[in-house]
């Protein structure tokens, strides 16, 4: 069965201090890979998202970005992070071709930028 | 652009109670809409999926609706219990086929 793992579970930083956020899937493989984040109060935006190693889709600009180093493994960094960075960030995937595979879910990661 | 929206964005009810709630999105060429549950501080988790094609999709006590040329999907929940209590969202799938645009959510507490 497929499976998606996420870490750290919740992290705190202060600002200007570097980012890196973790993703790997197991039990699939070429899947389609999200970032989406989830403020207080606000719905999930989607930051990210990847169709292939080293295939990056930007939705939003922001000081964030997303490498996929291998098919199944999906990073979220940041060099300098900004007290708006705090939120709630989940990492996903999909089957390819969304049209029948609904999107799986990480248990995510609770940033506060302090 | 697609936005998508959800009404009510909370709710409560009884235990026992039939309950729906309403997603409606603006851009109809969608490729599938998705409804998710979240338990507070955890991750979302897939209820059903509805294919463009489809008008409606079953899983035990919830049954969700699709109606593509009104832009509108609801979700209807027989029954309820409290452990049904969590917030629901709704998600399309963006013209490019690669990605779901979300809802708020419908914050759902049912009551024993």
């Known amino acids: 069965s497929q499976t998606i793992h996420q870490w750290p579970a919740t992290l705190v930083q202060p600002v200007g201090s570097p980012l890196s956020l973790e993703c790997t899937v197991e039990g699939t493989s070429n899947p389609n890979l999200y970032w989406y984040r989830q403020a207080a109060g606000r719905g999930l935006q989607l930051l990210f998202y990847?169709?292939?190693?080293?295939?990056i889709s930007s939705e939003v600009p922001q000081n964030l970005s997303a490498s996929r180093p291998q098919d199944r493994q999906f990073i979220l960094s940041s060099k300098k992070l900004l007290l708006s960075d705090s939120g709630f960030y989940l990492c996903?995937?999909?089957?390819?071709?969304?049209?029948?595979?609904?999107?799986?879910f990480g248990n995510g990661t609770r940033l506060t930028v302090t | 652009k697609q936005e998508v929206t959800q009404i009510p964005a909370a709710l409560s009810v009884p235990e026992g109670e039939n309950l729906v709630l309403n997603c409606s999105f603006t851009d109809s060429a969608i490729y599938n809409l998705q409804w998710f549950r979240q338990d507070p501080g955890k991750g979302l988790t897939s209820l059903l999926l509805i294919q463009s094609s489809q008008r409606e999709q079953t899983s035990g006590r919830l049954n969700a609706s699709l109606d593509k040329s009104s832009g509108r999907s609801t979700l209807y929940i027989a029954a309820s219990q409290p452990g049904d209590s969590a917030t629901y969202l709704c998600?399309?799938?963006?013209?490019?086929?690669?990605?779901?645009?979300f809802g708020k959510g419908t914050t759902l507490s049912v009551s024993s």
């Open positions: 996903a995937w999909s089957g390819q071709g969304p049209n029948n595979s609904p999107l799986h």
């Open positions: 998600a399309a799938v963006n013209q490019a086929g690669t990605a779901l645009i």
């Open positions: 990847s169709v292939g190693i080293g295939q």
